[in-house]
């Protein structure tokens, strides 16, 4: 099952495009249905609808919450829809299968109010302070994704126009405008910052750690972490939230669906539009609050 495995995860990053990330949580979630397999008794490519149901059974007894279920019985689907389509299987077990619908959660924002307060904590007396307040305010003012901010080279932005070009998860490219206050706290730390940094002269990337090298999703989080603490923000903040914030903020500014939905890169307007429910349930409760017979 290994040439197998490994033969899908190569189709999920050369065809489908997949992020790494979930190229490994594929990998994860295969990995604990063969084992299943194996101490069950029964081989994965001869699996059955009744194979498949009763691991979600067990999966379930061991109290595996709904939501990884669900993602779990994804993977499966995936994993099969490949092997029949490579003519390894004769039949799909899971076309049939279901897992209880999992009611999807409404994504957290922070406040207009944290976010000013998050991005006034790092300040710009050194090579680290420069470098954050720039990294913080492109993220929230082009909702970019953490894996995409820190795969920006320096050729990526356009200083002049205030746009940045970048290639989603998926391998699609976009154009994101900056906006003026993320224009030039990115200008400040590539005049005054960058430059001090010891990095090789060829290293593209737009962000550095400090041994002069591209910034990792660990450094990021950590650093992140840190400036919410000294903001004083008491939910945990991810770079999600950021990227959940700056969607939410536009909306409830005027923004339109379609536009956020092409600045976010999402290839389906659905996953945009979770952020109307979002709007809406935040204007229930103004009307709740405000009005004399609610």
Same mark, same amino acid.
């Given at each position: 099952?290994?040439?197998?495995?490994?033969?899908?995860?190569?189709?999920?990053?050369?065809?489908?495009?997949? =992020?790494?990330? /979930?190229?490994?949580?594929?990998?994860?979630? +295969?990995?604990? $249905?063969?084992? %299943?397999? #194996?101490?069950? &008794?029964?081989?994965?490519?001869?699996?059955?609808?009744?194979?498949?149901?009763?691991?979600?059974?067990?999966?379930?007894?061991?109290?595996? =919450?709904?939501? /990884?279920?669900?993602?779990?019985?994804?993977? +499966?689907?995936? $994993?099969?829809? %490949?092997? #029949?389509?490579? &003519?390894?299987?004769?039949?799909?077990?899971?076309?049939?299968?279901?897992?209880?619908?999992?009611?999807?959660?409404?994504?957290?924002?922070?406040?207009?109010?944290?976010?000013?307060?998050?991005?006034?904590?790092?300040?710009?007396?050194?090579?680290?302070?420069?470098?954050?307040?720039?990294?913080?305010?492109?993220?929230?003012?082009?909702?970019?994704?953490?894996?995409?901010?820190?795969?920006?080279?320096?050729?990526?932005?356009?200083?002049?126009?205030?746009?940045?070009?970048?290639?989603?998860?998926?391998?699609?490219?976009?154009?994101?405008?900056?906006?003026?206050?993320?224009?030039?706290?990115l200008s400040s730390y590539l005049q005054q910052a960058r430059p001090?940094?010891?990095?090789?002269?060829?290293?593209?990337?737009?962000?550095?750690?400090?041994?002069?090298?591209?910034?990792t999703r660990q450094g990021f989080w950590k650093l992140l972490k840190?400036?919410?603490?000294?903001?004083?923000?008491?939910?945990?903040?991810?770079?999600?939230?950021?990227?959940?914030?700056?969607?939410?903020?536009?909306?409830?500014?005027?923004?339109?669906?379609?536009?956020?939905?092409?600045?976010?890169?999402?290839?389906?307007?659905?996953?945009?539009?979770?952020?109307?429910?979002?709007?809406?349930?935040?204007?229930?409760?103004?009307?709740?609050?405000?009005?004399?017979?609610?």
């Amino acid at each position: 099952m290994v040439d197998v495995l490994n033969g899908f995860i190569r189709f999920l990053d050369k065809e489908k495009k997949l =992020a790494k990330n /979930t190229q490994d949580s594929y990998r994860r979630d +295969l990995q604990l $249905f063969f084992d %299943y397999a #194996k101490g069950a &008794g029964f081989n994965p490519l001869a699996a059955e609808k009744k194979d498949i149901e009763r691991y979600l059974s067990a999966q379930k007894k061991a109290g595996r =919450a709904g939501s /990884t279920m669900a993602r779990e019985l994804a993977s +499966l689907k995936g $994993f099969y829809a %490949y092997l #029949k389509e490579q &003519g390894q299987i004769e039949q799909n077990p899971t076309l049939s299968v279901r897992t209880q619908k999992v009611k999807k959660k409404l994504p957290r924002v922070m406040t207009t109010g944290e976010v000013e307060r998050l991005l006034e904590v790092p300040v710009c007396r050194d090579v680290k302070g420069f470098r954050d307040k720039a990294m913080l305010e492109l993220l929230y003012a082009t909702g970019l994704r953490v894996s995409e901010l820190l795969a920006l080279d320096v050729a990526d932005v356009n200083l002049d126009i205030g746009f940045i070009h970048c290639t989603g998860t998926d391998g699609r490219e976009r154009i994101i405008p900056m906006g003026k206050i993320s224009t030039e706290a990115l200008s400040s730390y590539l005049q005054q910052a960058r430059p001090m940094q010891p990095h090789h002269e060829e290293e593209p990337a737009l962000f550095l750690n400090l041994q002069g090298r591209r910034m990792t999703r660990q450094g990021f989080w950590k650093l992140l972490k840190q400036y919410a603490v000294a903001a004083g923000i008491e939910m945990e903040i991810t770079p999600h939230v950021l990227r959940h914030s700056f969607a939410a903020h536009l909306l409830e500014n005027g923004a339109d669906i379609h536009s956020i939905q092409s600045m976010l890169g999402h290839a389906d307007i659905a996953t945009t539009k979770v952020y109307m429910q979002l709007a809406n349930t935040k204007l229930k409760d103004v009307y709740a609050k405000a009005h004399p017979r609610a």
